[in-house]
């Protein structure tokens, strides 16, 4: 799948970047890993990337060009899906991609016998809140203290959006 994003970039640096979404492989953690790194203060470890395939989880990479932009992680069971991970490169933020990731998770879970996609979030995290609510996530409960902080733990609000086909 290919995606032109828009609205357009203002960087002058970049044209408007095409994406394109696969799985990624064990080939790829350690780009996938370095993204983490780079955008989280408490990062996943290049193991639980490579846990994450050995489980069986949906692992999705997007690529302008041959560059890893994007990538997410998701767990499926039965009706249900868990977001588990998804992150931008901290260059290619602020310009549609993770918009266009979630897309594809969407899109890709419609495909699936999924109902439900579940997530969770800080609340600290003002990005992402506005973009999963803008897919219609709604709030569902809290985790309290689910999430290392730099003093403690921060808690995660508990996200839900059903994707069920309406029936008339």
Same mark, same amino acid.
């Given at each position: 799948m290919s995606a032109i994003l828009s609205p357009p970039w203002n960087?002058?640096?970049h044209a408007q970047p095409e994406l394109s979404f696969r799985a990624f492989n064990e080939n790829d953690v350690a780009a #996938?890993?370095? =993204?983490?790194? %780079? *955008?989280?203060?408490?990062?996943w470890s290049a193991g639980n990337f490579f846990d994450s395939?050995?489980?069986?989880?949906r692992c999705i990479g997007a690529w302008a060009a041959?560059?890893?932009?994007?990538?997410?992680?998701?767990?499926?069971?039965?009706?249900?899906?868990h977001l588990l991970n998804l992150a931008v490169a901290?260059?290619?933020?602020?310009?549609?991609?993770?918009a266009a990731m979630l897309t594809n998770v969407i899109d890709e879970?419609?495909?699936?016998? #999924?109902?439900? =996609?579940?997530? %969770? *979030?800080?609340?600290?995290?003002?990005?992402?809140?506005?973009?999963?609510?803008?897919?219609?996530?709604?709030?569902?409960?809290?985790r309290r203290d689910y999430y290392p902080a730099l003093a403690g733990r921060e808690d995660a609000l508990f996200l839900g959006l059903n994707i069920a086909p309406r029936t008339i």
């Open positions: 960087d002058t640096l #996938v890993a370095a =993204i983490e790194a %780079e *955008v989280y203060l408490f990062p395939l050995l489980s069986g989880y041959d560059e890893l932009v994007s990538y997410a992680v998701v767990m499926t069971a039965l009706d249900e899906a901290s260059k290619w933020q602020r310009h549609g991609i993770g879970m419609r495909r699936q016998p #999924v109902e439900m =996609i579940y997530l %969770e *979030v800080r609340p600290t995290n003002l990005a992402g809140l506005r973009l999963y609510e803008s897919f219609g996530f709604n709030q569902l409960g809290l």
